[in-house]
T-cell receptor, first 114, second 113 residues
Framework: SAVISQKPSRDICQRGTSLTIQCQVDSQVTMMFWYRQQPGQSLTLIATANQGSEATYESGFVIDKFPISRPNLTFSTLTVSNMSPEDSSIYLC???????????FGPGTRLTVT | KNQVEQSPQSLIILEGKNCTLQCNYTVSPFSNLRWYKQDTGRGPVSLTIMTFSENTKSNGRYTATLDADTKQSSLHITASQLSDSASYICVVSSYNAGNMLTFGGGTRLMVKP
């Protein structure tokens, strides 16, 4: 299994500012994922972050708005830049472990933009 | 386009009763289907994962079924408890694009005493 922690757990931010969300895993993993979950909705994949390479972004998400770092096999950050109220969501970090289909999710970061 | 549809969107049942949640998918090529439970304010937690060859899998009071021919799955909850109140998300994985996951919209279950 994998235990994932995220910081902060929640934040209220002003329009136009940026927030960096941290994701820490208790074991080394190759693939890390960042998801967004808007109120009352299911999860949408933002990007896949592999260590040692640039993150791969899904349609509708761009690096300038959601820069991602992946400095090692247990840590990643997602920055939400130049925030607007439409960015108010829960942001979840997720990892998969090689050799299994299991995917584990962090507790999420609840972001409110005013 | 890969899609996962869940029904009902929400459900209220009394404690101790059984319920069944439905999931229909149009994901190809199919790799596996997962059911997750997401408590309010938490990340999703895996309940079951089924591959093409499996048609039923249990995890305690949760039993998932899969009919790969009709592309349908169900999650049956037996003798519901208040702690079962959560969203249940059906997720289907495709062999394409590195096992890309397609998420259903979820069923929000409320168990009342």
């Amino acid at each position: 299994s994998a235990v994932i922690s995220q910081k902060p757990s929640r934040d209220i931010c002003q329009r136009g500012t940026s927030l960096t969300i941290q994701c820490q895993v208790d074991s080394q993993v190759t693939m890390m994922f960042w998801y967004r979950q808007q109120p009352g909705q299911s999860l949408t994949l933002i990007a896949t972050a592999n260590q040692g390479s640039e993150a791969t972004y899904e349609s509708g998400f761009v690096i300038d708005k959601f820069p991602i770092s992946r400095p090692n096999l247990t840590f990643s950050t997602l920055t939400v830049s130049n925030m607007s109220p439409e960015d108010s969501s829960i942001y979840l970090c997720s990892v998969s472990k090689g050799g299994t289909y299991e995917q584990y999710f962090g507790p999420g970061t609840r972001l409110t933009v005013t | 386009k890969n899609q996962v549809e869940q029904s009902p969107q929400s459900l209220i049942i009394l404690e101790g009763k059984n319920c069944t949640l439905q999931c229909n998918y149009t994901v190809s090529p199919f790799s596996n289907l997962r059911w997750y439970k997401q408590d309010t304010g938490r990340g999703p937690v895996s309940l079951t994962i089924m591959t093409f060859s499996e048609n039923t899998k249990s995890n305690g009071r949760y039993t998932a079924t899969l009919d790969a021919d009709t592309k349908q799955s169900s999650l049956h909850i037996t003798a519901s408890q208040l702690s079962d109140s959560a969203s249940y998300i059906c997720v289907v994985s495709s062999y394409n694009a590195g096992n890309m996951l397609t998420f259903g919209g979820g069923t929000r279950l409320m168990v009342k005493p």
